[in-house]
């Protein structure tokens, strides 16, 4: 997407990869909306590190991070033999795939560009294969995420109030968003509505990063306390709401999305408001067969105690001098679960690339979704 940064715009991209020094390239989000950094990293433990401490975060960008992080492991290698080159893979593989649990796009990213690297006979040719595969599993986002607005941008219309959860916008993908492709394929239809951005403690994205994004691209939007949607609801202030997600089972329907989500769900069933999933394609797990199975990451407990933010009113002046204040009292300690599960029955309809399904389709429909069967 365009940004305008220190009133100069241009487009970036959330993750891309830097083949001659073989670094993966991210926005550094945890300084976002104060300061927007590219960093690059070196190693694929760097890129691993990068996903578990959330300098790139959200389904689809760690998805296609651990892809260019597979290609930048594959290229670091220096040995001559395919065997070890194979047995070097796999330890990337698994650095990658451990950096965070929940989003299934990382392990899909891996899966595809091993598989596709496979086709190679030698080291250097597997190498040159990885980079392509990792590029076009960037590219399929993309595709996927404009798709997602083709298809969603008829569910809303001028006047509507939208409510959002968590970040699913392009800086959670490589670029355009899940959740935000139809409310910004909507805009450039030339329809006018109103974004309600939940704050999405404890990490705030909804405020920090999706409040960033919607600012960035001129639409009308207002960050509410996480607490706030029911009495919203209750008011007939909220129309539609569209999320994303983490890891869809392609079996049952189920949604795991940022902690949260399950509430919303519960509330808009509740009020009768219509309640969208958005994702592509690497976002569906077609293995697991319950909700319950989901691996739902437990984060550190000063994400809950405190929270990050620079000083009020300092501006440009002191941007990048991001502190940690502590907010809970200081001898009492946190629970923090970063995901929750929806269940299929409160989910009105999954938008997909290939078009708005209802949960219970996503298997009827299998074949065209990508299942390998
Ligand atoms: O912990 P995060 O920020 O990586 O969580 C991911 C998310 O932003 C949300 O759960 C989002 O709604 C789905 S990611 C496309």
């Known amino acids: 997407m365009n940004v305008t940064v220190h009133g100069r715009t241009r487009h970036f991209r959330t993750v891309t990869f830097d083949a001659g020094r073989n670094a993966v390239r991210l926005i550094e989000q945890r300084l976002l909306p104060h300061e927007f950094r590219i960093v690059a990293t ?16 959200g389904a689809g960008a760690i998805g296609a991070t651990a892809a260019y992080g597979l290609a930048q492991g594959a290229h670091a290698f220096r040995g001559r033999r395919l065997a070890d080159f194979q047995r070097h893979m796999g330890v990337v593989s698994r650095a990658l795939k451990a950096a965070r649990p929940t989003a299934v796009d990382p392990a899909n990213a891996i899966h595809y560009v091993s598989q596709f690297m496979r086709r190679g006979r030698t080291i250097a040719e597997r190498q040159a294969l990885a980079l ?58 030339g329809r006018k509505f109103h974004v309600y951005c939940d704050e999405t403690r404890p990490r705030s994205q909804g405020a920090t990063l999706t409040a960033w994004e919607l600012a960035q691209q001129g639409i009308s939007h207002q960050v509410i306390a996480d607490n706030a949607a029911g009495h919203l609801m209750q008011r007939g202030k909220i129309d539609l709401v569209i999320v994303g997600s983490d890891r869809t089972l392609g079996r049952t329907g189920e949604v795991a999305n940022k902690i949260g989500t399950y509430t919303k769900a519960v509330l808009a069933g509740r ?71 929806t269940p299929a029955e409160l989910i009105t309809g999954i938008i997909t690339p290939v078009g708005i399904l209802k949960p219970s389709e996503l298997w009827a429909r299998r074949r065209e979704l990508g299942w390998a069967g």
């Open 42 to 57: 070196r190693d694929f433990r760097q890129t691993a590190r990068a996903i578990t401490d959330m300098v790139v975060r």
């Open 132 to 189: 392509a595969a990792a590029e076009e599993f960037a590219s399929a986002d993309v595709r996927h995420c404009e798709a997602i607005g083709r298809h969603g941008a008829r569910l809303i219309r001028s006047g509507m109030n939208v409510l959002t959860h968590c970040n699913a916008g392009w800086l959670a993908f490589v670029d355009i968003g899940s959740a935000t492709a139809p409310l910004y394929a909507a805009q450039a239809q």
């Open 271 to 341: 009020h009768g408001i219509p309640f969208y999933v958005a994702i592509p394609l690497s976002t569906i797990d077609w293995e697991l067969k319950s909700g319950r199975d989901i691996p739902i990451e437990e984060r550190h407990e000063e994400e809950v105690l405190g929270a990050w933010g620079v000083p009020a009113g300092a501006g440009r002046a002191r941007a990048g001098r991001r502190a940690y204040v502590r907010v809970a009292n200081p001898t009492s300690g946190a629970l923090n679960p970063g995901f929750d599960v």
